[in-house]
C-alpha cells in the first residue's frame, strides 16, 4: 500500500526542484510587474514606497499616440515578416526537397543565418545599410542607379528584410521536415493520378503540410512580437518612432522616462498579446488530437 | 501483339544491378502476377511499369507504343498500393474523383462514376468520411476504388493485400477475384503471397534474384516446375527434395539416397535418358506421399511433429537428417516417434539436375 502511494508520488517528487526555480525565477518577476503595473512607480522609489493607481497605467496607455503608434508598428513589422518569410521558406523548401549532389551542404547554408546571434546581424546590416559605404549603396551607384536612404526614411523596410534574412531559414528547415515526413506512396499515387508538379503541391503537399506550418506561423509571430535586439542594434528605433517597436518602447519608458508603473502595464498588454498566441497555439493542437481520436474512433466501430 | 510487353527491361542502382534485363509478354485483358521473395524484382518491374522509377535499360511497349520515356500520367494507369496511398485530407468520395478532378471533367459525370463504384464495393454509406475514419479493409477497398474509377486500361496492384490481417485477406482476395470476373482490363499484381498467385493469376511470372524463372498459368507451374526453385516456392507446405544416386542394377535403376532406394518405372527411366551425371535431387510433394506399410517403392520415415490443421495434418518427419513433409488426413492413426512407411508415386515425382537445378522431364 505504501509502496503505491509512494509510487504515484514519484513523478511529483521528480517535478518538485523545477516547479520550484520556475516559481522562483518566472512566477515572482511576473507577480511583482503586474502589483507594479497598478502602481505610480519612479525607479528612485522601492515598489512599497509607491502610490496605488488602480488600471490607470493601462488607460493612460490607450491616449497615448506614441504606444498606439509603437503598438501599429510592431503589428506591421511582425505580420509583413512573418508572411513573407512563410511564402519564401515554403517555397525554398518545396524547390529544396529532392536528393541531389550536394543538396545537404545547400540545406546547411540556408540555414546559417538563424545561427548567427541576434547583435551580430543587427551590426552586420546596419554597415550593409551605412548610407556610403554600405555595400548597398556602394552597388547601386556603380551601377549608375543612385542611391537609397535605408535606415533613414526606409527605415521600418530595412529592418523587415534583415529580420526576413534572418528568419527564414526557421520556417525552411520545418517546412522542408514537414514535407520530408508526407507519405511517399501519396504523392506517388497523385503522380499517377495524373497530378502535375504544381498540383502535387496546392492538392496534396500544401494540406498535409498546414498543421506543421499553422503551428510554425503561430511560432514565429509570437517571435516577431518580442522582437529586439535586430531593431536595437539598427536603428534605436529610430528615426522618430518609424522602427519603435513595442520592446523599445517599454525599455524606453522605463529607463529614459522612468515611468516603471506604466512599463509594467505595457509589458503586460504584450503579454497578452502573446498569450493569446499561444493559446490559438495549443488549442489548434488540442483541436488537431481530437479530430484524430474521433477519427480512431469511428474506424474502430467501423470493423 | 501482347498488350504489354517487357523488352530486356533492366534496373541498375548505382552500379548494382537489381533487375537483369527480363522479356515478358501479357496478353490483352489478363491478369498476371508477378511473385517472388522480397528483394527478387517484382515490386521494382511493378514501379518501373508505372513510370515511378526509371528504367535503365530495355524497353516498356504498351499496345506496341514505347513508354519508358513517359511520366507516370502519360502512361494510362491506375495502381494500388500496398499501403494503400489514400489522400488522409480527402473524404473517399474525393480520393476516389481526384484523378478525374484533375481531368476537370463534368461533375455529373464523375458523381455518376463515383456512385457506381462505390455501390460495387460496398462503400456507398462512407464516402464522407476520412480515410482515418475506416478500417483497414475499407481503406483497401477506397485504394480500389480509386483505380476502378479511373477507367484506365491497365492496372498494377502492390502487394494490395499483405497489410491486411488474415481473416480480411482472404476475403479481400476473394472479392478481387469477383472484381476480375467484372472489369476486364491488363492487370499486373505483385505478391509475395503465392496464395494469391495461384487464385488470382491467368498468367504467374515466379521470380528470383531479378530474374524471371518461370511463367505460365497456376496449373502449368504447379504441375511442371521449371527448376529447384519454382518447385519449391509455390505450394503449402513446400516441396519436399531428397538427394539421390543414380544407380543400374540387375537391368533397373535404382535412386538410392540415405535410408532409402527407389525402383524406377519405365517412365521414369526414358526421363532420365537425357540426364547425364551420377546424382539427382528427387522433389515430392507432401501430398503425393501416402502412408502405406506394405509398399515396395517406399520410404520410412521418422514421425517428429504433427501439425494438425482441421481435415489435413502435416507430418514434419525425419529421413536420416533430411527433413520431409508429408500431407495425410487427420484421421490416419499415427503417433509421433514412430517410423512409418510412406509410398512414393513415380509418375508425380519431380526430377532435378543437382548441378542447375533444372528440372528434368
Known amino acids: 500500500m505504501r509502496t503505491a502511494t509512494l509510487n504515484r508520488l514519484t513523478p511529483y517528487i521528480f517535478l518538485a526542484p523545477a516547479v520550484v526555480i520556475m516559481a522562483l525565477a518566472l512566477l515572482y518577476p511576473l507577480g511583482y510587474m503586474i502589483y507594479g503595473s497598478f502602481r505610480d512607480w519612479d525607479p528612485s522609489q522601492t515598489l512599497g514606497e509607491t502610490e496605488f493607481v488602480g488600471l490607470s497605467n493601462y488607460f493612460y496607455l490607450w491616449q497615448d499616440a506614441s504606444f498606439r503608434e509603437s503598438l501599429a508598428v510592431t503589428l506591421k513589422f511582425a505580420i509583413s515578416v512573418v508572411s513573407v518569410e512563410m511564402v519564401i521558406g515554403v517555397g525554398l523548401a518545396l524547390l529544396l526537397d529532392r536528393s541531389l549532389r550536394g543538396m545537404s551542404v545547400l540545406r546547411t547554408l540556408f540555414i546559417l543565418p538563424m545561427m548567427i546571434a541576434p547583435v551580430v546581424v543587427g551590426l552586420m546590416w546596419r554597415y550593409m545599410y551605412h548610407p556610403s559605404v554600405g555595400i548597398f549603396n556602394r552597388t547601386l551607384e556603380s551601377a549608375g542607379l543612385g542611391s537609397v536612404d535605408w535606415l533613414g526614411k526606409h527605415a521600418l523596410l530595412s529592418v523587415i528584410i534583415a529580420d526576413i534574412w534572418q528568419w527564414t531559414p526557421f520556417i525552411f528547415i520545418l517546412s522542408l521536415a514537414a514535407l520530408q515526413s508526407l507519405p511517399r506512396s501519396a504523392l506517388e499515387a497523385a503522380r499517377i493520378d495524373g497530378a502535375t508538379g504544381w498540383q502535387q503541391i496546392i492538392h496534396i503537399k500544401l494540406p498535409l503540410m498546414m498543421p506543421v506550418l499553422i503551428v510554425t506561423c503561430l511560432l514565429r509571430l509570437i517571435d516577431a512580437f518580442k522582437v529586439l535586439e535586430v531593431i536595437l542594434v539598427m536603428t534605436e528605433g529610430g528615426p522618430g518612432l518609424s522602427t519603435e517597436i513595442l520592446a523599445l518602447r517599454i525599455s524606453r519608458t522605463a529607463t529614459e522616462f522612468r515611468e516603471l508603473g506604466v512599463a509594467a502595464a505595457m509589458s503586460n498588454y504584450l503579454l497578452m498579446l502573446l498569450l493569446l498566441l499561444t493559446v490559438a497555439m495549443l488549442a489548434y493542437n488540442k483541436f488537431q488530437e481530437m479530430r484524430a481520436d474521433r477519427a480512431r474512433r469511428i474506424a474502430e466501430e467501423a470493423v | ?361
Open chain 2, 1 to 361: 501483339m501482347p498488350a504489354i510487353q517487357l523488352q530486356q527491361l533492366t534496373k541498375r542502382y548505382g552500379k548494382v544491378e537489381v533487375l537483369h534485363g527480363i522479356d515478358l509478354e501479357m496478353a490483352d485483358a489478363e491478369f498476371t502476377v508477378l511473385v517472388g521473395p522480397s528483394g527478387c524484382g517484382k515490386s521494382t518491374t511493378l514501379r518501373m511499369i508505372a513510370g515511378l522509377e526509371n528504367v535503365s535499360g530495355g524497353e516498356i511497349y504498351i499496345d506496341g507504343n514505347p513508354i519508358s520515356h513517359l511520366e507516370p500520367k502519360e502512361r494510362d494507369l491506375a495502381m494500388v498500393f500496398q499501403d494503400y496511398a489514400l489522400y488522409p485530407h480527402m473524404n473517399v468520395a474525393k480520393n476516389m474523383s481526384f484523378a478525374l478532378r484533375l481531368q476537370k471533367r463534368p461533375k455529373k459525370e464523375i458523381n455518376q462514376k463515383i456512385a457506381e463504384v462505390a455501390e460495387m464495393l460496398g462503400l456507398t454509406d462512407y464516402l464522407h468520411r476520412k480515410p482515418a475514419e475506416l478500417s483497414g479493409g475499407q481503406r483497401q477497398r477506397v485504394a480500389m476504388g480509386r483505380a476502378l474509377t479511373r477507367d484506365s486500361s491497365t492496372f498494377l496492384f502492390d502487394e494490395p493485400l499483405s497489410n491486411l490481417d488474415a481473416k480480411l485477406r482472404t476475403q479481400m482476395r476473394a472479392e478481387l477475384a469477383l472484381m476480375r470476373q467484372r472489369v476486364r482490363k491488363n492487370m499486373i499484381y505483385v505478391t509475395h503471397d503465392q496464395i494469391e498467385a495461384m487464385t488470382l493469376a491467368d498468367r504467374i511470372v515466379v521470380m528470383d534474384g531479378g530474374y524471371i524463372q518461370q511463367q505460365g498459368s497456376p496449373e502449368e507451374l504447379f504441375k511442371k516446375p521449371a527448376n529447384r526453385f519454382v518447385a519449391g516456392f509455390l505450394g503449402t507446405p513446400p516441396m519436399n527434395f531428397l538427394e539421390a544416386d543414380i544407380q543400374h542394377d540387375g537391368g533397373h535403376t535404382f535412386f538410392r539416397g540415405k535410408g532409402f532406394s527407389l525402383r524406377c518405372d519405365e517412365a521414369t527411366k526414358r526421363r532420365l535418358s537425357g540426364h547425364t551425371g551420377s546424382g539427382i535431387v528427387l522433389g515430392i510433394r507432401p501430398s503425393d506421399l501416402t502412408f502405406d506399410p506394405l509398399a515396395e517403392e517406399s520410404i520410412e520415415l521418422n514421425v517428429a511433429i504433427s501439425e494438425y490443421i482441421g481435415a489435413q495434418s502435416v507430418l514434419i518427419c525425419d529421413c536420416h537428417g533430411a527433413k520431409v513433409m508429408v500431407e495425410l488426413k487427420s484421421d490416419t492413426p499415427i503417433a509421433l516417434g514412430e517410423k512409418l512407411n510412406f509410398r512414393v508415386d513415380m509418375e508425380s515425382m519431380h526430377l532435378f539436375d543437382p548441378e542447375t537445378e533444372r528440372a528434368i522431364f
